[in-house]
């Protein structure tokens, strides 16, 4: 388990495994709804790893990932407080999607609203069998907040979350996978040791590679197409200098690194 500030966090579940840390979202009893306390305590908790801490493995406790908004917090907001509200989660999220290292989701049951809208900040996401994802704020007669117009339409098109949101329709596990909503799809209870495996997986990376892939990659894909490639070129200059680049190609030509296998 984490001590300190780490430790200090009651909405989350913070622990420190070698270099991959698991931040769990630790309100069952309200399906992990996100109050503003909730959505600061991630913040503080992904601005605040260990620098020996190299990937990130999200997850909710309880039966499901995360219902979204704490929507008991939404009645008591003016207009004004509402716009600062959204950027205040737009912050959070972007902590997650352009924080100093990957983030490997774990989902399970209701991935929903807010929920979703954390899923897609993520950068690999696992989904178990049991993962479903929507999007209510139709039906509760709001918009997305937290980032869900800009980030979910990446993954599954806007034809797709428009149906979300006006028709109420809920994607399954297998729906979710197919669309991009997850990368990988797991047997109920076996979504938090994929996500391990995979962050170790990531943590082993040279951390300059993973900096290009989090940071220049959504953004040259926002970019056109010369100026996306112009962009690479020096990604690719920068990220060939880095020692640890010089050192990994060493190990191949010399015969010390692994060669590139089929998964079984
Ligand atoms: C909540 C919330 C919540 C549960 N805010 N309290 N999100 C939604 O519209 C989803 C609303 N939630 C649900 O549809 C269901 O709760 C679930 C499908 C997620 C789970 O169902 P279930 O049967 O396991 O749990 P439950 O009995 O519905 O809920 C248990 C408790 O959690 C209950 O409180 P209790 O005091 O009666 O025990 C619920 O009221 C509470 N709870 N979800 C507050 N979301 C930045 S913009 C983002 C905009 C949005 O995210 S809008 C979508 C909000």
Redesign the pocket.
């Known amino acids: 388990p984490a001590t300190g500030l780490l430790a200090s966090l009651d909405l989350l579940e913070v622990s420190l495994a070698a270099n991959v840390a698991h931040v769990r979202l630790n309100r069952p ?3 992990n ?2 109050n503003d306390t909730l959505v600061q305590q991630l913040q503080t908790a992904l601005v605040n790893l260990p620098s020996e801490i190299k990937a990130v493995v999200l997850s909710g406790a309880g ?2 990932f995360c ?6 917090e939404l009645a008591e907001r003016s207009v004004a407080e509402g716009v600062l ?2 950027r205040l ?1 737009h912050g959070v999220m972007d902590s997650v999607q352009f924080g100093r290292v990957p983030v490997v989701a774990v989902l399970h ?2 991935v ?4 979703l ?1 954390l899923a897609s900040s993520t950068h690999i996401r696992v989904a178990e069998r049991s993962a479903y994802y ?4 139709g ?2 007669g ?1 918009f ?3 980032g ?1 117009s800009a980030r979910v339409p990446r993954l599954v098109g806007v034809a797709c979350m428009t149906d979300m949101m006006l028709t109420g329709r809920v994607l399954d596990a297998e729906e979710g996978l197919q669309r991009g909503l997850s990368q990988y799809l797991v047997d109920d209870g076996a979504g938090f040791a994929k996500a391990c495996e995979l962050a170790t997986r990531i943590a082993s990376n040279a951390p300059l590679s993973n900096f290009a892939v989090m940071q220049a990659l959504p953004r040259i894909a926002d970019l056109s197409q010369p100026d996306g490639l112009f962009v690479e070129s020096l990604m690719a200059a920068i990220a060939q200098g880095d020692e640890a680049a010089k050192s990994r190609l060493r190990d191949f030509l010399e015969k010390r690194a692994g060669k590139v296998v089929k998964s079984s």
């Not at 929507?134 to 704020?137: F, H, R, S, Y």
């Open positions: 009893a309200k399906r709804a996100m039966e499901h219902a979204g908004l704490d929507l008991s509200h959204s989660w049951g209701a929903v609203g807010g929920g809208e929507g999007l209510p704020e039906q509760r709001i997305v907040g937290g869900g």
